[in-house]
C-alpha cells in the first residue's frame, strides 16, 4: 500500500509500505495492508511507518489526521520531530 | 553652455544608477517570488488533503449537527481586522490596496463599530502598522509585525490560535483578513475574507451525486473518535492552514508587485537617459555652432583689417 506524509509545510514522504503506526487520539494503532477505510484524529506520539523493504521510519508528531481508502494512506502531521 | 553641458552628463549618470538599482531589485524579487512560490505549492497538498477529509466528514453527517463553536453567528459588537501587508515598499501600489482594503471594509460594514472604538486591526507586516500606528481609532495591536522574517506553519499556527481563542472567548464576534491573493506573478488582488465565524459548513448536498465519480464514497469510512469531535479537530487546522495560505499569498505578491513595479521603473529610466541625450545631443551641437561662427566671425573681422 502507499503513503503519502504531508505537513504544512512540505511533503516529508511518500512511497510504498507494508505498515504504519499511528498514535490515535483514542489509543495507538496500526494501518496494515487492506485496512478498512477511516479518518482518524491523531494524538501527539511517535509513528512508525514500515517501508516496503523492511527498513523502517520513526518520528514524533504532536497532532495530526489519518486517512485511509482503498490502500492509500494520507497521514497530515504537525509538529514533528525526531525524524530520521 | 559648458556648464549645462556638464549637468545635463550628471544627470544621464545619476539615472542610469538609478536604473541599475531598479533593475537589481526586480532580479531580486523574481528569485524571491520563485521561492515564495513554491512555498505555496509545497503547502498546497496538505490544504487539499485536508478540505477532502473535511468534505468525507460532511458528506456523512447529518445536516444540522455540522456546527462548530467557530462557526456561531453572533451579534457583531468586536471586530478584528487582520491586515497582512508586507515589510518593504517599492511595490507599487500593494500595500495601500490592502490597507485601503481594511479602510473600506470597515467603513461599509463597521462604521457603527468603529465609531465605538470596537474594531481592532492585527497587522501582519510593516507596512499596514505603519498606517495604523497612527490611527489609534483602528486598536491597533502590532505583536505579530515580524510574522514575515518566517513563514512556517510552526510560526503562523500560534497566531491562528491566538485569533480562536480570542474569538472564543468572545472577544471578538467577527475576523476578517485582509491580504494580497496571488493569482500570478503580474495578477495579485488586494482580497477581504471572512476568517471567523468560518461560513457555516453544510453537508454538501451535491455531495451524492459527486460520490459516484469520486473514489471516496459515502458511509463507508469509520471515523474515530466521532464525526462531530473529528471535525471539532479538523477545523481549527484548516483555519491555521487558511491563515498560512493568506500569508504565503501575501508573500508572493509583494514579489509579484514588486517585480512588476521594478521593471516599470527600470523602462522609466531608459526613457528619462533617451531624452536626456537627445537634450545634450542638442545642446553640444548648440555649442559647436556657437564655437565655429565665432571662429568664423573673428577670422573675417581680422581678414577685414
Same mark, same amino acid.
Given at each position: 500500500? %502507499?503513503?503519502?506524509?504531508?505537513?504544512?509545510? /512540505?511533503?516529508?514522504?511518500?512511497?510504498?509500505?507494508?505498515?504504519?503506526?499511528?498514535? $490515535?487520539? %483514542?489509543?495507538?494503532?496500526?494501518?496494515? @495492508?487492506?485496512?478498512?477505510?477511516?479518518? !482518524?484524529?491523531?494524538?501527539?506520539?511517535?509513528?512508525?511507518?514500515?517501508?516496503?523493504?523492511?527498513?523502517?521510519?520513526?518520528?514524533?508528531? =504532536? &497532532?495530526?489526521?489519518? =486517512?485511509?481508502?482503498?490502500?492509500?494512506?494520507?497521514?497530515?502531521?504537525?509538529?514533528?520531530?525526531?525524524?530520521? | 553652455? $559648458?556648464?549645462?553641458?556638464? *549637468?545635463?552628463?550628471?544627470?544621464?549618470?545619476?539615472?542610469?544608477?538609478?536604473?541599475?538599482?531598479?533593475?537589481?531589485?526586480?532580479?531580486?524579487?523574481?528569485?524571491?517570488?520563485?521561492?515564495?512560490?513554491?512555498?505555496?505549492?509545497?503547502?498546497?497538498?496538505?490544504?487539499? /488533503?485536508?478540505? *477532502?477529509?473535511?468534505?468525507?466528514?460532511?458528506?456523512?453527517?447529518?445536516?444540522?449537527?455540522?456546527?462548530?463553536?467557530?462557526?456561531? #453567528?453572533?451579534?457583531?459588537?468586536?471586530?478584528?481586522?487582520?491586515?497582512?501587508?508586507?515589510?518593504?515598499?517599492?511595490?507599487?501600489?500593494?500595500?495601500? %490596496?490592502?490597507?485601503?482594503?481594511?479602510?473600506?471594509?470597515?467603513?461599509?460594514?463597521?462604521?457603527?463599530?468603529?465609531?465605538?472604538?470596537?474594531?481592532?486591526?492585527?497587522?501582519?507586516? &510593516?507596512?499596514?502598522?505603519?498606517?495604523?500606528?497612527?490611527?489609534?481609532?483602528?486598536?491597533?495591536?502590532?505583536?505579530?509585525? @515580524?510574522?514575515?522574517?518566517?513563514?512556517?506553519?510552526?510560526?503562523?499556527?500560534?497566531?491562528?490560535?491566538?485569533?480562536?481563542?480570542?474569538? !472564543?472567548?468572545?472577544?471578538?464576534?467577527?475576523?476578517?483578513?485582509?491580504?494580497?491573493?496571488?493569482?500570478?506573478?503580474?495578477?495579485?488582488?488586494?482580497?477581504?475574507?471572512?476568517?471567523?465565524?468560518?461560513?457555516?459548513?453544510?453537508?454538501?448536498?451535491?455531495?451524492?451525486?459527486?460520490?459516484?465519480?469520486?473514489?471516496?464514497?459515502?458511509?463507508?469510512?469509520?471515523?474515530?473518535?466521532?464525526? &462531530?469531535?473529528?471535525?471539532?479537530?479538523?477545523?481549527?487546522?484548516?483555519?491555521?492552514?487558511?491563515?498560512?495560505?493568506?500569508?504565503?499569498?501575501? @508573500?508572493? !505578491?509583494?514579489? $509579484?508587485?514588486?517585480?512588476?513595479?521594478?521593471?516599470?521603473?527600470? *523602462?522609466?529610466? +531608459?526613457?528619462?537617459?533617451? +531624452?536626456?541625450?537627445?537634450?545634450?545631443?542638442?545642446?553640444?551641437? =548648440?555649442?559647436?555652432? /556657437?564655437?565655429?561662427?565665432?571662429?568664423?566671425?573673428?577670422?573675417?573681422?581680422? #581678414?577685414?583689417?
Amino acid at each position: 500500500m %502507499n503513503i503519502t506524509v504531508l505537513s504544512p509545510d /512540505k511533503e516529508l514522504f511518500s512511497g510504498e509500505i507494508t505498515g504504519v503506526k499511528v498514535p $490515535g487520539i %483514542n489509543g495507538q494503532f496500526e494501518i496494515l @495492508n487492506n485496512h478498512a477505510a477511516i479518518v !482518524s484524529a491523531l494524538a501527539s506520539g511517535g509513528v512508525r511507518i514500515t517501508k516496503a523493504g523492511g527498513a523502517s521510519m520513526t518520528f514524533s508528531i =504532536e &497532532k495530526g489526521f489519518v =486517512e485511509v481508502l482503498h490502500n492509500e494512506v494520507s497521514l497530515l502531521v504537525q509538529g514533528v520531530s525526531d525524524l530520521d | 553652455m $559648458g556648464a549645462n553641458l556638464k *549637468e545635463v552628463r550628471d544627470r544621464i549618470k545619476s539615472v542610469k544608477s538609478t536604473q541599475q538599482i531598479t533593475r537589481a531589485m526586480k532580479m531580486v524579487s523574481a528569485a524571491k517570488l520563485r521561492r515564495a512560490q513554491m512555498a505555496i505549492q509545497q503547502m498546497r497538498p496538505y490544504a487539499n /488533503k485536508m478540505n *477532502e477529509m473535511l468534505k468525507n466528514i460532511l458528506s456523512n453527517m447529518e445536516a444540522d449537527d455540522a456546527s462548530s463553536k467557530f462557526s456561531a #453567528e453572533r451579534e457583531v459588537k468586536n471586530v478584528l481586522m487582520v491586515c497582512i501587508t508586507s515589510n518593504r515598499g517599492l511595490c507599487g501600489g500593494f500595500n495601500s %490596496n490592502i490597507i485601503k482594503g481594511v479602510v473600506n471594509t470597515v467603513n461599509e460594514k463597521y462604521a457603527e463599530q468603529l465609531a465605538a472604538g470596537n474594531v481592532t486591526v492585527m497587522c501582519i507586516g &510593516k507596512k499596514g502598522m505603519d498606517f495604523f500606528g497612527r490611527r489609534k481609532q483602528y486598536n491597533p495591536i502590532d505583536t505579530h509585525v @515580524n510574522l514575515f522574517a518566517d513563514l512556517t506553519f510552526d510560526n503562523i499556527a500560534p497566531v491562528a490560535n491566538e485569533i480562536m481563542d480570542a474569538f !472564543s472567548a468572545g472577544e471578538y464576534d467577527a475576523v476578517e483578513i485582509s491580504y494580497g491573493r496571488f493569482k500570478n506573478a503580474a495578477v495579485q488582488f488586494a482580497e477581504v475574507e471572512q476568517y471567523l465565524p468560518v461560513e457555516t459548513v453544510k453537508p454538501d448536498a451535491n455531495a451524492d451525486a459527486n460520490a459516484a465519480d469520486e473514489k471516496s464514497n459515502k458511509a463507508l469510512y469509520i471515523f474515530e473518535p466521532g464525526k &462531530k469531535e473529528l471535525l471539532e479537530q479538523l477545523i481549527p487546522s484548516i483555519l491555521q492552514n487558511q491563515l498560512q495560505k493568506c500569508c504565503l499569498d501575501t @508573500n508572493a !505578491s509583494e514579489h $509579484g508587485a514588486r517585480m512588476t513595479a521594478m521593471d516599470k521603473a527600470t *523602462e522609466n529610466a +531608459e526613457d528619462i537617459v533617451k +531624452e536626456l541625450k537627445i537634450t545634450y545631443n542638442k545642446a553640444r551641437q =548648440e555649442a559647436i555652432t /556657437k564655437e565655429l561662427s565665432e571662429i568664423v566671425g573673428g577670422a573675417a573681422a581680422l #581678414e577685414g583689417a
